[in-house]
């Protein structure tokens, strides 16, 4: 059974505007953590942000941030003010028992 | 402080031959769990070791695939006998504990390519 899916395979953004990375996630377990991780074209995973399944408040890491609505099962994330750099492929994850599953992904292509 | 490594950043095989893939995490980290990425999708889980112990190994496929993380040196990933379909890229994580909100640190990756 998938456990991490994000629905949108790629998505066009205007610098400096706002973008948001959809990702619902399907767990049984209370206690879980979700990362996003950055996959530029150079192939390197770099992470982004990550939210605890008891933490209260949205995480935050400067211009990323986790739209964290644990009764949907959701966990997108927003990037604001888009640069040409952040054009690549985003990955959703969850870490469950020590593994993290990773969503398909979604490429983002920021236009000039 | 050294990130994870990785290498071969690149390894090209024929068809039938054995594949070695290092993996050293990053300094006091005990624990390297391996992904692989296929093209065009995500990673997917492997394996996860510890020193000298494989804790979770229900991602790895059940012939031709090991992997290790001995007392002294790095993880080895072997695949032995590749196939076509064993192209792919393969990605070492590290963290310094089994715990939920631990982010695991990615390597470089190592791309496969059997010919």
């Known amino acids: 059974a998938q456990k991490i899916t994000q629905t949108q395979p790629g998505m066009f953004v205007q610098e400096k505007e706002a973008v948001t990375l959809d990702c619902t996630y399907d767990?049984?377990?209370?206690?879980?953590?979700l990362f996003w991780y950055k996959q530029p074209s150079s192939g390197e995973m770099i992470f982004l942000i990550y939210?605890?399944?008891?933490?209260?408040q949205n995480a935050t890491e400067g211009r990323y941030s986790l739209n964290f609505q644990k009764a949907r099962k959701s966990a997108n994330l927003v990037i604001s003010a888009s640069q040409l750099g952040d054009s690549a492929m985003y990955f959703c994850?969850?870490?469950?028992?020590?593994?993290?599953?990773f969503g398909a992904g979604t490429t983002v292509t920021v236009r000039a | 402080n050294a990130g994870v490594m990785q290498n071969p950043r690149h390894l090209v095989r024929r068809r039938g031959q054995e594949a070695r893939l290092r993996c050293s995490p990053m300094?006091?980290?005990?624990?390297v769990y391996w992904y692989r990425q296929l093209p065009e999708e995500g990673l997917k889980f492997m394996v996860y070791?510890?020193?000298?112990?494989?804790?979770?190994e229900s991602g790895m496929p059940k012939e031709r695939f090991s992997a290790e993380f001995p007392k002294e040196g790095p993880s080895i990933l072997r695949i032995q006998q590749v196939v076509r379909g064993d192209s792919a890229a393969y990605f070492c994580?590290?963290?310094?504990?089994?715990?939920?909100?631990?982010?695991?640190?990615f390597g470089p990756g190592t791309r496969l390519t059997v010919l």
């Open positions: 300094k006091g980290h005990s624990h």
């Open positions: 994580a590290s963290s310094d504990r089994d715990y939920k909100y631990n982010e695991q640190f």
């Open positions: 070791l510890q020193k000298e112990n494989i804790i979770d």
């Open positions: 939210q605890g399944s008891y933490d209260q």
């Open positions: 767990t049984s377990d209370p206690s879980y953590g």
């Open positions: 994850a969850m870490r469950e028992r020590g593994k993290l599953s």
